[in-house]
């Protein structure tokens, strides 16, 4: 397994920025100054310095502002990295493998 393509990280820097494709579950930080996050349809405003955990089976869309500055980041993690026994017993450490 290579961990480069089962964990994402990047900034909300685009006006739209929607959910990825396939079996990503995303952690959405929302720092700066966006208009709404679309979610399954519904509209929600009022969503700055917001945190969402996000699975596979919801479509979603950040609404930004017209700014430079990032409105926050996005990690994506794939249901496969989640499920690796090596996660599992995880505890922090310090360079460690998880690629076994």
């Not at 739209?16 to 349809?41: A, H, Q, R």
């Not at 499920?83 to 360079?95: C, D, E, I, K, R």
């Given at each position: 397994?290579?961990?480069?393509?089962?964990?994402?990280?990047?900034?909300?820097?685009?006006?739209?920025?929607?959910?990825?494709?396939?079996?990503?579950?995303?952690?959405?930080?929302?720092?700066?100054?966006?208009?709404?996050?679309?979610?399954?349809?519904?509209?929600?405003?009022?969503?700055?310095?917001?945190?969402?955990?996000?699975?596979?089976?919801?479509?979603?869309?950040?609404?930004?502002?017209?700014?430079?500055?990032?409105?926050?980041?996005?990690?994506?993690?794939?249901?496969?990295?989640?499920?690796?026994?090596?996660?599992?017993?995880?505890?922090?450490?310090?360079?460690a493998d998880l690629t076994s």
């Amino acid at each position: 397994m290579t961990i480069g393509k089962q964990i994402k990280i990047f900034q909300i820097v685009d006006l739209e920025t929607s959910g990825p494709e396939g079996d990503f579950y995303s952690v959405v930080l929302i720092t700066g100054s966006v208009k709404g996050i679309i979610m399954d349809g519904s509209h929600y405003t009022d969503v700055s310095h917001s945190l969402f955990f996000l699975n596979p089976k919801h479509s979603w869309t950040i609404l930004k502002e017209q700014t430079r500055q990032s409105a926050g980041y996005i990690m994506q993690l794939s249901g496969q990295i989640l499920n690796a026994p090596m996660l599992s017993t995880f505890q922090g450490q310090p360079n460690a493998d998880l690629t076994s």
